[in-house]
């Protein structure tokens, strides 16, 4: 027999036993410990604000709020008189009035109250109505995330997606920590992570997203050294791109993303749930995709969504979702680097968002997805056309992107670099979307912007090449 308090430190500790063993539990008949040598941990659910310690970097443990930013809230209460911050009077800003034309020919204006809070100085979450409208309307109806007990859930808008996830990971990883990560993934993620000295786990993807049996066999067999073999602390923190991936355009199932959480919540991992592409579904609708944040009955996920795919990429608003007080860490943050995300775009999104209500909302969005339908169609027909024999793709069902695979090819860096170039075409090299540099046979095109005919163009450029490399490895 092995007492309860010893079978929950080693559930929870990651111990490993060497020898083959079951051990039962006798008042619940629950499996403990499992003949394959490995520890069954109990489902870790966040109770408390305490229990997200652990996963706190030391910059972040050393963050303090800001004592003039802490006054930002009280400034519009009821009978306050700030002698405090120091806020550039409203009555000395150029502006009177902000109107923006739609292409539906709505108008919009700001002005008045409306237009100085968003010239102003304003709280480090972001203008509250428009926080509000977001948590109520883009996360609590559309994602119905699971109410946890003792945990919060809050809100903060940030410059962009990337801005958000840059503060995340700066929040949670040190240098040398590791890092479970797709492979390939967003080479902008990269681009912070790479520097700061994260060890990239690499998750094996194919069509469908991020494998679930390579994430658990990695962590399983963590600390086996003929089967993995790193010497370092084990994984916190899961990185994925569930929804028309970038560079891929795979997207996650139900069934894997129910998989990876069971997975998560075994390891006691948080999911970074970047999910820029999550309405640009180009294949059914986004409700009948649910997202990790709707699967959270443990409080674990922090969701990144963004604007810039929808409304506009320069107004750079994004909003982060997950734990209140990992939220709150990264409004410090923020406190010490851009103070708040800019007044004037949030306001202008607001307003866009009021004025349409739901139904505008949903019409503006079928919009959007059905040009990347037709444009993710035209590719495809040029791709058939063109490159069929020399290229291997897969049809993706969300976001801008295919990846291409180029036959015969070890290396498509200076091909695409160089020779691809040449000839008139932009293609991004697959080796940049690696965590960890080397070779690759692929490349990543995007169908967003090019019109069909330059698609077709395109494509017939790049076959001509292919063509003429097949030939030259041919005649060696």
């Not at 010893?6 to 051990?23: H, K």
């Not at 291997?392 to 090819?409: C, Q, T």
């Amino acid at each position: 027999m092995i007492f309860p308090a010893v079978l929950g430190r080693l559930a929870t500790s990651g111990f490993r036993l060497r020898r083959s063993v079951v051990v039962q539990d006798t008042l619940t008949g629950r499996i403990l410990l499992s003949a394959n040598n490995s520890v069954h941990r109990e489902q870790r659910c966040f109770t408390s604000d305490a229990d997200y310690d652990e996963f706190l970097s030391t910059t972040s443990k050393a963050r303090k709020p800001s004592a003039i930013r802490s006054l930002q809230p009280l400034v519009n209460l009821p009978g306050m008189i700030s002698l405090g911050g120091g806020m550039p009077n409203a009555a000395t800003f150029p502006f009177e009035k902000l109107t923006m034309q739609c292409t539906s020919g709505l108008e919009l204006t700001l002005s008045g109250k409306a237009l100085e809070e968003a010239l102003q100085y304003s709280p480090t979450p972001g203008l509250p109505a428009l926080n509000a409208f977001l948590m109520e309307h883009l996360i609590m109806e559309e994602h119905a995330p699971p109410e946890r007990t003792g945990v919060e859930r809050a809100l903060t808008i940030t410059q962009g997606s990337q801005d958000g996830l840059s503060k995340v990971f700066d929040m949670l990883l040190d240098a040398d920590d590791a890092l479970l990560v797709e492979s390939p993934t967003y080479s902008g993620s990269l681009a912070y992570l790479q520097p700061k000295g994260v060890r990239l786990i690499e998750m094996e993807t194919d069509g469908g997203g991020l494998i679930p049996d390579n994430l658990e066999a990695t962590l399983r067999h963590w600390d086996d050294p003929t089967s993995y073999g790193d010497d370092g602390p084990r994984p916190k923190v899961l990185y994925t791109i569930p929804t028309g991936g970038n560079p891929t355009g795979a997207s996650l199932s139900l069934q894997r993303k129910k998989r990876i959480y069971e997975i998560a919540s075994e390891f006691n991992l948080l999911i970074l749930e970047d999910d820029p592409y999550y309405y640009l579904r180009l294949e059914g609708d986004s409700s009948k995709h649910p997202s990790f944040l709707e699967l959270d009955t443990d409080a674990r996920v922090i969701r990144f969504d963004s604007f810039s795919k929808i409304l506009s990429s320069g107004m750079r608003i994004g909003f982060v979702t997950g734990p209140k007080p990992l939220i709150e860490r990264v409004n410090l943050h923020t406190q010490a680097s851009n103070l708040h995300p800019t007044g004037v775009t949030q306001a202008m999104v607001l307003a866009l968002l009021e004025s349409w209500g739901k139904e505008g909302w949903k019409a503006h969005l079928e919009g959007v997805c059905a040009f990347y339908r037709s444009q993710r169609n035209h590719f495809l027909s040029s791709a058939e056309r063109h490159l069929a024999g020399l290229v291997e793709w897969n049809a993706p069902d969300a976001g801008m992107f295919i990846w291409m695979k180029l036959l015969g090819v070890d290396d498509a860096q200076e091909l695409i670099e160089t020779k691809a170039v040449e000839s008139g075409v932009l293609l991004v090299p697959g080796s940049v979307f690696l965590p960890n540099p080397r070779q690759s046979p692929y490349v990543r095109a995007a169908y967003s912007t090019a019109s069909p005919q330059d698609m077709d163009t395109a494509l017939e450029r790049l076959a001509f090449l292919l063509e003429g490399n097949e030939s030259s490895n041919n005649n060696k």
